[in-house]
Structure formats: C-alpha cells, structure tokens
C-alpha cells in the first residue's frame, strides 16, 4: 500500500501539477516494467533490484526518486516456530517466488548468520508464501515483510522477519519511482511535476498519517482499514528512514552496493553507476 500517492491523489496535487493522471494497477512488478517499456505508462514504482535489472537488460528505465531508504525483503517466519536467526532455517523447507533475487536474498542472510545455504531445502511456491506459511507448509518465505508480514499479523499470526540490511545485505532503496530516460529528456518538466506532486503526499502522509489512510480508504472503499492501517504504520518509517533523510532521496553509496550485491550474485552482468541508475535533479528545493 502506497498511501502518499493515494493521498496525493486525494488532495488533488497531481491536478494542481497539470498531470492527467490515469493509474493502472499491474498484477505483478514484471508487468509494470513491461508497461514502462513499451511507453503504455509514463511512471510506474518497483522495487529497486527491478528497476537494475531493467538497465542491465540495456532497457531506458532511470529511476527519480525513492519512496523507501531500505530493502522491503528478507525470509519471513512464524514467531511460534521461535526462529532468532536466519542460519536456523538450515533443514528447514523455505520458499521462494521464483525470482532471481530471492534466493540472493536468502543465501546473504542464511550465509551472514553463519550458516550453510546449501543446507536449506528451497522450494518454489510463486507467491503463495502468507498461505503456505500459514498452512505450515513451509517454515518460511522470502517475501516484503511491511506487506505480506503485515497480512500474517493481521490474519492472527505473528512473525519474526530477517530483514535483508540487517543480515549482511545492502540497504539499498527498497521501492523507487521510474520512468525512462526518453521521457526526462523530452519531457523534465513533466518528471518534474510528478516527482513534485508525489513528494507533497508522502510529506503530508509522514505529517498527518491518520488523514492520509481516511483518504485512502474514502477513495477505495473496499480496502480492510485495519491491513491497511498496519501497512502504513510498517512502512512510514521507510519512507525517510525515521527522519535521516528527506523523502525521495536517491543515496548513492546505498546504489552503489546494491550495484555491487547484484553483481556478487550474477544478477546483473556489469556495474551500474549511480548516475546511471537514477537522479536526484526532479526533487523539490530542499529535498
């Protein structure tokens, strides 16, 4: 759940800006990056291994801002199950979605813990790890902790999350906005506005948050306020890295690692510089 944007939406920012906005709800992260690159959309958010992998694949995508200063992923397990350490779910079945930087994500953790990844029984599941982690199929998921933990929570079950940057992984910027370097060389004054429109609803997400979710939940009725109240309180302190940074902020030391860690796991074939990457330009005075 991305409440600022939402909000930004609500307050009517993104029409102050002279943007007509039409959002489409992708099912998965590989289908907003094919909309991006087949110029279907203009913007869309991924995480930050997507967007890098994107480049990699020598596509246009350039990112132009965060919207979280830390990884959202890392192995998920039941607190009953009263795993402390990621090098205990050697001999245990773990699983993945399939995606390349999931068994990354796991072998960083498990190997930073001092344990053997080779050990772990890794299965894939797709993205059925709340269910199967539910059903005791499995004694964990690599999965985005502030989403699919938060619904464990809220569905009665709480969980122990080995967060990727506090077990031995970058702490690269967990979820960015994107676009394509076409776009921000025909048309900067258009990132420019949307980057602007979607800085004032985060701001007045972290200010007000309260507000931010009566707005979310006024313009989309069917969404659970209590889920969506939990996700929000998982992710504020995300968006700034509780208030060391300004929102939006692109660090190019933490592009710079993860650049490095997909490069450690074959996951890309060359460095990305940071410049490369993304941009700070479209960012507000004072950002």
């Known amino acids: 759940m991305h409440a600022g944007i939402y909000h930004a939406i609500a307050a009517g920012y993104y029409k102050d800006q002279n943007i007509n906005l039409k959002v489409i709800t992708p099912t998965t992260t590989a289908d907003t990056l094919k909309l991006i690159d087949q110029g279907k959309a203009q913007f869309g958010l991924a995480d930050g291994i997507d967007v890098a992998s994107q480049i990699d694949l020598g596509r246009d995508a350039k990112a132009v801002m965060a919207l979280s200063q830390l990884p959202l992923g890392g192995p998920i397990t039941l607190a009953s199950d009263h795993l402390t350490s990621p090098a205990q779910l050697q001999g245990k079945t773990v699983g993945i979605t399939g995606v390349p930087s999931d068994t990354a994500t796991l072998d960083t953790t498990v190997r930073f813990a001092g344990g053997d990844p080779a050990k772990v029984h890794v299965v894939t599941i797709g993205f059925n790890g709340v269910q199967d982690l539910q059903a005791h199929r499995i004694s964990a998921f690599t999965g985005f902790w502030p989403a699919d933990g938060v619904q464990l929570q809220v569905n009665g079950y709480p969980i122990n999350?080995?967060?990727?940057?506090?077990?031995?992984?970058?702490?690269?910027?967990?979820?960015?906005?994107?676009?394509?370097?076409?776009?921000?060389?025909?048309?900067?004054?258009?990132?420019?506005?949307?980057?602007?429109?979607?800085?004032?609803?985060?701001?007045?997400?972290?200010?007000?948050?309260?507000?931010?979710?009566?707005?979310?939940?006024?313009?989309?009725?069917?969404?659970?306020?209590?889920?969506?109240?939990?996700?929000?309180?998982?992710?504020?302190?995300?968006?700034?890295?509780?208030?060391?940074?300004?929102?939006?902020?692109?660090?190019?030391?933490?592009?710079?690692?993860?650049?490095?860690?997909?490069?450690?796991?074959?996951?890309?074939?060359?460095?990305?510089?940071?410049?490369?990457?993304?941009?700070?330009?479209?960012?507000?005075?004072?950002?």
């Open 161 to 287: 999350a080995f967060k990727l940057n506090e077990w031995g992984g970058p702490a690269y910027p967990g979820l960015v906005a994107f676009t394509t370097e076409p776009l921000i060389n025909s048309n900067p004054q258009l990132v420019k506005a949307f980057v602007a429109a979607t800085v004032k609803g985060y701001e007045d997400t972290i200010r007000n948050p309260q507000q931010s979710l009566n707005d979310l939940l006024r313009l989309n009725p069917t969404l659970q306020r209590k889920l969506n109240a939990a996700s929000l309180a998982a992710y504020l302190p995300l968006f700034t890295e509780h208030g060391k940074v300004p929102f939006g902020t692109l660090q190019p030391a933490r592009v710079a690692a993860l650049s490095s860690w997909l490069l450690q796991y074959k996951l890309i074939h060359s460095p990305i510089s940071t410049s490369r990457y993304g941009t700070d330009a479209f960012l507000p005075p004072g950002q």
